[in-house]
């Protein structure tokens, strides 16, 4: 009796319906405090070489843009990335491109304006700000372009 009490009870535990799986909630990786410290100091990066471009050091400010490549790569490497990490990233690319199309490097200077173009026209919401960058971009690529014969 004792064996079938414990069958009949082995065979309707069987038929419970499976536990809810366990949700796994995945951190915000902008939350972390080295992601809004890496915007912090790509911005600080872009306005150093800015200022070297205009001041007339163009290898320095080069340097600066070369040494901030692996804090934009951070920065766009989480899903979302916010808005004033893309703002810095944006603006050192805008540099870049800018210092290449001065030295003559049309090709790629329009490249880094394409990828500016469509960071801001993709950016939801829209504001008047990232309108003024598309309007920025935009007119690099036309800059680009006229350099290269396109139009």
Same mark, same amino acid.
Request: proline fraction near 9%; glycine fraction near 6%; aromatic fraction near 6%.
């Given at each position: ?10 065979? &309707? $535990?069987?038929?419970? @319906?499976?536990? %809810?799986?366990? #949700?796994? =909630? ?49 920065? &766009? $490497?989480?899903?979302? @990335?916010?808005? %004033?990490?893309? #703002?810095? =990233? ?62």
């Amino acid at each position: 009796m004792r064996s079938v009490c414990v069958a009949a009870t082995l065979i &309707l $535990s069987a038929c419970a @319906p499976a536990p %809810p799986p366990v #949700e796994h =909630v995945q951190a915000d990786p902008t939350r972390e405090p080295g992601y809004a410290e890496a915007t912090g100091r790509l911005t600080a990066m872009s306005l150093e070489a800015e200022g070297l471009l205009k001041s007339g050091k163009p290898d320095q400010a080069a340097a600066l843009i070369t040494a901030g490549q692996p804090l934009l790569n951070r920065l &766009l $490497s989480v899903p979302r @990335p916010t808005l %004033p990490a893309m #703002e810095a =990233v944006s603006d050192l690319d805008q540099l870049y491109g800018r210092m290449l199309l001065e030295n003559r490097n049309y090709g790629w200077a329009r490249l880094l304006f394409q990828k500016n173009l469509i960071r801001w026209k993709n950016w939801k919401p829209q504001t008047p700000e990232t309108a003024r960058r598309v309007k920025l971009a935009a007119a690099a690529i036309a800059e680009c372009d006229r350099h290269l014969g396109l139009y």
